[in-house]
């Protein structure tokens, strides 16, 4: 019985750390679709979440057939916030590649996130803000303005546009950050596959109407189209579905420590294919950032009793 526990719970972080790399795809295949094509972020927002709508619609109905969609109108409203946060989160992050590259954009998106989450978990749901919250909100501001004095990636650093950059970057953490309170308020009611369906369907209706006002790009290259359908299917789709189901047998703490490899893969990979490259204020402010998290996972590992799973809203 120990054996089989353990063989469970090494596949489920490896299926965690997959999705994790494949979330880490997808800057550079973001980039890559702004060297050959003249888009814009609402028109690869869009198409990320119209490839990956069915497949995880699918995935849902295999899950639970009829009562995958059997939900009371006030979560529906959830979902459909949901919706609406993703739909932020992809426009604000492929706008803040677009100004400061893979690497920064990434950072300052995935690590303040969290941060974000504890203090509005503090305002919001009154739990209360430790040390360790403090202690990583210090990091992280202080990593953010390292980020911003040190700039970074191949991008010419324009003191207005980096500024965008950085805000959009926020936007985008922000956007993840009502992802994940909106999951904590539908957890325990529905399978995770529920939200982040119904949620993807939401968000690319809702960015319809805004990149079609926008000009929805429709015209790109075999290559561009191929990164598009990339997007859809293998940092969303496929990378949900396994991440969930690692989720089953993995502890939250680890797996979302696990999950750091997608900061590291997406600066990786940004170093290899566009030879961006951290200056050395960048790196120290990317360490700073890395470190908050490592704060918050720590305090948490504390606080969360041995085995407890939660699903955190990564939207990646």
């Not at 926020?170 to 369906?197: E, K, M, V």
């Amino acid at each position: 019985m120990f054996l089989m526990q353990t063989n469970q719970a090494r596949r489920g972080l490896l299926l965690i750390v997959l999705a994790a790399v494949m979330w880490g795809t997808v800057g550079v295949a973001t980039k890559y679709i702004y060297r050959v094509s003249d888009t814009n972020a609402l028109s690869i927002g869009f198409f990320r979440l119209l490839f990956s709508a069915p497949i995880l619609l699918g995935a849902c109905w295999f899950m639970l057939g009829r009562r995958a969609f059997r939900i009371p109108l006030r979560d529906l409203g959830f979902m459909a916030l949901m919706g609406g946060a993703m739909a932020l989160y992809q426009v604000c992050y492929f706008a803040a590649i677009a100004r400061v590259g893979v690497a920064v954009a990434v950072l300052i998106t995935l690590c303040t996130a969290p941060v974000m989450v504890a203090l509005l978990s503090a305002v919001l749901l009154r739990e209360r803000l430790s040390r360790p919250v403090l202690l990583a909100l210090c990091a992280a501001l202080l990593g953010t303005g390292l980020l911003i004095m040190g700039g970074g990636g191949d991008v010419a650093i324009v003191p207005g546009q980096t500024l965008i950059g950085v805000l959009l970057a926020l936007a985008s953490a922000f956007g993840y950050t009502i992802i994940t309170l909106c999951s904590r308020a539908l957890a325990g009611r529905y399978h995770p596959l529920q939200p982040i369906a119904i949620g993807f369907v939401a968000g690319a209706l809702f960015l319809l109407p805004f990149a079609l006002a926008a000009g929805l790009t429709l015209t790109y290259p075999l290559g561009a189209w191929l990164a598009l359908v990339h997007l859809g299917l293998i940092p969303t789709a496929l990378a949900y579905v396994l991440f969930l189901s690692g989720m089953r047998h993995t502890p939250a703490t680890v797996a979302t420590i696990a999950t750091l490899i997608e900061p590291l893969t997406s600066t990786a990979l940004a170093w290899l294919f566009f030879r961006e490259k951290l200056g050395s204020l960048s790196a120290v402010g990317a360490v700073l950032l890395l470190a908050a998290i490592g704060v918050l996972y720590v305090a948490s590992a504390r606080q969360m009793p041995a085995g407890q799973t939660l699903v955190p809203g990564n939207a990646d």
